[in-house]
């Protein structure tokens, strides 16, 4: 598996929202973040898609690994029960975020 860093040289998507995390109806806005859960077993790691009109979770995904698919998996369910037309998706700009399959996601 190829190491997920960074290109220090790429420019990172331009931020659509300026830290503001409001909309006025749904599927305008969606944000998305990943955190971890300790178990008995370990760490999973948790990946969330939230809209930001209802704050409602619309999708979601949980692994023992932080690899792309974790949060491919979340917004696969998001547009799954969603279908937005033109959504903002907003996270911060980790590995995850920046990969190229995550890019490719439509």
């Known amino acids: 598996m190829a190491d997920a860093r960074r290109d220090k040289d790429a420019r990172p998507a331009p931020d659509l929202v ?3 995390f409001s909309a006025t109806a749904p599927n ?7 955190t ?7 760490f999973l790691y948790l990946a969330i898609v939230l809209d930001a009109w209802s704050r409602k979770i619309v999708g979601w995904s949980m692994a023992n690994h932080l690899r792309t698919e974790l949060v491919l998996d979340a917004m696969a369910m998001a547009i799954g ?5 033109d959504v903002i998706h907003h996270s911060d700009q980790g590995s995850q ?9 439509r």
């Open 28 to 34: 305008q806005l969606w944000v998305a973040d990943i």
């Open 36 to 42: 971890y859960v300790p178990t008995a077993a370990g």
């Open 81 to 85: 029960q969603r279908r937005p037309k």
């Open 97 to 105: 975020y920046t990969s190229v399959a995550f890019g490719k996601l």
């Open 18 to 20: 300026d830290r503001n």
